[in-house]
């Protein structure tokens, strides 16, 4: 059986110093940078390896938590 990862998480406290680590330390490549509302979302990866990706998300934006756009409940 094969597993493969296409996406991990983590949080970030400072785009500029998670930048620095993933781009000019590790040589990821950068491969999404958005802002939105004061923060910031940064996908980088290997660049040999284009299906696997780190999503760098701000701690206030859990990718956990559901949309705000979703339906309230009808309880």
């Known amino acids: 059986m ?3 990862i296409h996406y991990a998480f983590l949080p970030h406290t400072d785009p500029y110093a998670a930048l620095a ?7 990821f490549k950068v ?3 958005v802002g939105y509302e004061g923060m910031r979302w940064i996908t ?7 299906g696997t990706s ?4 701000p701690p206030a ?3 956990a938590s559901p949309t705000t756009s979703a339906a309230p409940s009808s309880n």
């Open 61 to 63: 934006a859990d990718p």
């Open 54 to 57: 780190i999503v760098l998300h």
């Open 2 to 4: 094969d597993i493969t």
């Open 31 to 33: 491969r999404n940078d």
């Open 21 to 27: 680590f993933y781009r000019d330390t590790l040589d």
């Open 44 to 50: 980088v990866g290997p660049a040999n390896q284009p």
